[in-house]
């Protein structure tokens, strides 16, 4: 089988509307991301990042344009829409990536607050679904 375009998602919360907390947070989630996943940013297709309307301070594509082989990989940030009582002060991540495995496991990273957008996929629910397959 041959290369693929996949999808990568996550998501962080940050603790407040501040370029260091931004830039805090969208570090850990890229870090996350780089450690869970096997990413070449040369095979990234392109990146999206959505902030809710609370986060203004910087821009998260900035943030991982600082990174090293981020500087041509095509980034885009927009604002999340708003919909009462959601979560605040969020920063959502979808990343295209060619991959050479298209079977390679994903993980999605979702940190902080935002392990509650899916719980499903946060990374305790996946070492469960593991270990439970491995005793069965």
């Given amino acids: ?3 693929k375009v996949r999808a990568i998602r996550g998501a962080t919360t940050v603790s407040g509307n501040s370029v ?5 947070a ?7 991301l780089e450690s869970l996943n096997p990413i070449d940013p ?4 392109s990146a999206t990042f959505s902030v809710t309307r609370d986060l203004d301070a910087i821009f998260p594509a900035a943030i991982a344009r600082e990174r090293p082989h981020w500087q041509n990989v095509p980034l885009l ?3 999340q829409m708003h919909v009462e009582g959601s979560l605040e002060r969020c920063i959502r991540l979808l990343i295209h ?3 050479p495995d298209p079977l390679a496991e ?5 940190l902080r607050q935002a392990k509650s957008l899916r719980p499903d996929w946060s990374l305790d629910a996946q070492k469960s679904v593991r270990f439970g397959a491995m005793k069965n």
């Fill in 1 to 3: 089988m041959g290369w």
């Fill in 20 to 24: 260091e907390a931004i830039r805090e």
């Fill in 26 to 32: 969208v570090k850990e989630l890229l870090d996350e």
């Fill in 42 to 45: 040369d095979d990234i297709v």
């Fill in 77 to 79: 940030d927009v604002q």
């Fill in 97 to 99: 990536i060619n991959m």
């Fill in 106 to 110: 994903i993980h999605h990273p979702y």
